[in-house]
């Protein structure tokens, strides 16, 4: 098991974010979270991150407790995130942008590897690599953003609403590299609100409403529940 979380409860202010969440991901697995807009789920994906302090719970990463492990050190674990909204800065090139990824390492001759691996994946970005990257469609946007995670070598890949705002055909190359890379051992946990994506692509699932888990199981058996249907697959 790669990632535990129990009973976690954030909170902003008096409003209550999560409430008691628990779930597992295990090595080697895509795992979805899908719900509505407001459901908690990037605030989950924060907290996972270091970017926001639980109230309460607990979360262990391969078995040791990080709930109030800083970001920085989550990332030199191997926790890595591509942010909904992508998060570049707009007036660096797409190579400095990638090479932000790499901040918490010293490994320079690996760096400089790791950046034509994802020039390998993204060949459009070595066509772009001195473009700023506020000039990069919302495509070439999202692929810089996936870019600049894969940098810090992570063990652990939180997504954000990947597909957001994309063409489809974009979409699906996002989701062919996501594929590849859960192919070469990255876990991945997969924030999507399109959940006919999500659970495409998953192999488990969780359905979270209002702060809490309403739902999990395997992706095939969620897509054919009647109240997953009903809630997020159009049935």
């Known amino acids: 098991m790669i990632l535990l979380v129990e009973n976690l409860s954030v909170n ?8 008691d969440l628990s779930l597992h991901i295990d090595e080697g697995e895509i795992v ?16 996972l991150s270091g970017l926001v302090t639980p109230r309460s719970g607990k979360i262990e990463y391969l078995r040791k407790e990080i709930t109030r492990l800083p970001s920085d050190r989550r990332v030199e674990a191997g ?3 591509v942010p909904e909204g992508r998060g570049l800065f707009a007036t660096l ?21 790791d950046l034509e691996e994802v020039y390998r994946r993204f060949p459009i970005l070595k066509e772009k690599r001195k473009a700023y990257a506020g000039t990069l469609s919302g495509g070439q946007q999202q692929m810089v953003a996936v870019g600049r995670a894969l940098m810090s ?6 997504l954000d609403e990947p597909s957001m705002g994309l063409a489809p055909v974009i979409v699906e190359e ?16 997969l924030v999507e609100q399109n959940a006919h994506l999500a659970l495409d692509h998953s192999d488990r699932a969780y359905v979270l409403e209002n702060g809490r ?23």
């Open 12 to 19: 902003y202010g008096r409003i209550e974010a999560l409430r």
């Open 174 to 189: 996002i989701f062919e590299t996501l594929m590849q890379l859960r192919e070469e051992g990255t876990t991945i946990f």
């Open 79 to 81: 926790i890595s995130q």
């Open 213 to 235: 888990i309403v739902q999990a199981g395997g992706s095939d058996a969620l897509r054919k529940d009647e109240s997953v249907q009903a809630a997020y697959l159009g049935g």
């Open 32 to 47: 979805a979270l899908i719900g509505a807009n407001g459901a908690g789920k990037t605030t989950l994906l924060r907290t």
């Open 93 to 113: 090139t797409v190579e400095d942008n990638l090479l932000l990824g790499a901040y918490t390492r010293k490994d320079q001759k690996e760096i400089v590897r």
């Open 153 to 158: 070598r992570p063990k652990l890949l939180l």
